[in-house]
């Protein structure tokens, strides 16, 4: 059953809402649920709880995995050159970053540092992007082998991935500050439509973006693109 609680002459969902929405589609017209009593605070803290659980347990999968990856490294004898070892480490940081952030946001309830994950993310979905471009490019100069290719990938895209956990936690602690927008909604249009966030994405970016070899010894940043940006070009929002 779905528990809900009693608000405004009637009823708030606490938990259950997907399975709500499912009900709904598929014509219910009852469902079984449990009436709580508890307080505004109790439900903003079940619901933050709840929805959260589900992506700290991926987060921890990904790590998994990352793990598995570098046993393969070890026992493989792999390595990476030296431009890919600068392009990981970038990425590397910027999702520590945005793990620690999560978690402190997440404890302690937050706002203001979970309003800093999102830009955050939006870099990490760059720098993945970007690494691959490059792993690419070094490929088709004959700079790398495929099987290197193939740990890489795998690194590169539980990274990421665990950076989406991340913006999904912090996405769950805004909304309940800010409870008239939807998760979604409400971060497509920070995304899009926020000059704060432009600012945060762009000092970010300049920390974070990955430094490619320009000549010898020089290396220049590679340009970034914000939410606003790519919708503006017809691209679609991650």
């Given at each position: 059953?779905?528990?809900?609680?009693?608000?405004?002459?009637?009823?708030?969902?606490?938990?259950?809402?997907r399975r709500l929405r499912a009900?709904?589609?598929?014509?219910?017209?009852?469902?079984?649920?449990?009436?709580?009593?508890?307080?505004?605070?109790?439900?903003?803290?079940?619901?933050?709880?709840?929805?959260?659980?589900?992506?700290?347990?991926?987060?921890?999968?990904?790590?998994?995995?990352?793990?598995?990856?570098?046993?393969?490294?070890?026992?493989?004898g792999i390595v990476f050159s030296?431009?890919?070892?600068?392009?990981?480490?970038?990425?590397?940081?910027?999702?520590?970053?945005?793990?620690?952030?999560?978690?402190?946001?997440?404890?302690?309830?937050?706002?203001?540092?979970?309003?800093?994950?999102?830009?955050?993310?939006?870099?990490?979905?760059?720098?993945?992007?970007?690494?691959?471009?490059?792993?690419?490019?070094?490929?088709?100069?004959?700079?790398?082998?495929?099987?290197?290719?193939?740990?890489?990938?795998?690194?590169?895209?539980?990274?990421?991935?665990?950076?989406?956990?991340?913006?999904?936690?912090?996405?769950?602690?805004?909304?309940?500050?800010?409870?008239?927008?939807?998760?979604?909604?409400?971060?497509?249009?920070?995304?899009?439509?926020?000059?704060?966030?432009?600012?945060?994405?762009?000092?970010?970016?300049?920390?974070?973006?990955?430094?490619?070899?320009?000549?010898?010894?020089?290396?220049?940043?590679?340009?970034?693109?914000?939410?606003?940006?790519?919708v503006k070009e017809g691209s679609?929002?991650?």
């Amino acid at each position: 059953p779905i528990s809900i609680r009693r608000l405004n002459g009637g009823y708030e969902v606490v938990t259950g809402e997907r399975r709500l929405r499912a009900a709904r589609m598929a014509g219910l017209q009852t469902i079984p649920a449990v009436l709580l009593r508890i307080s505004d605070s109790d439900s903003a803290e079940v619901s933050k709880l709840l929805k959260a659980i589900g992506d700290f347990e991926r987060i921890s999968d990904h790590a998994v995995n990352i793990l598995e990856s570098a046993d393969e490294i070890r026992e493989k004898g792999i390595v990476f050159s030296e431009r890919a070892k600068v392009e990981l480490e970038s990425l590397c940081l910027a999702t520590n970053e945005i793990v620690d952030l999560s978690y402190s946001a997440f404890a302690k309830n937050n706002a203001e540092q979970a309003n800093l994950v999102e830009p955050l993310e939006q870099v990490v979905d760059n720098l993945q992007d970007q690494l691959k471009a490059l792993h690419i490019s070094r490929l088709q100069n004959n700079e790398c082998t495929i099987e290197l290719g193939f740990v890489l990938n795998d690194l590169i895209n539980n990274l990421e991935r665990v950076a989406d956990h991340c913006s999904n936690i912090a996405g769950c602690i805004l909304e309940i500050a800010h409870r008239e927008f939807g998760m979604h909604q409400y971060l497509q249009s920070v995304k899009t439509d926020s000059a704060e966030f432009a600012a945060q994405f762009a000092a970010v970016a300049e920390k974070y973006l990955p430094l490619q070899k320009n000549g010898k010894d020089d290396y220049i940043i590679i340009i970034a693109k914000t939410p606003a940006e790519l919708v503006k070009e017809g691209s679609s929002l991650h």
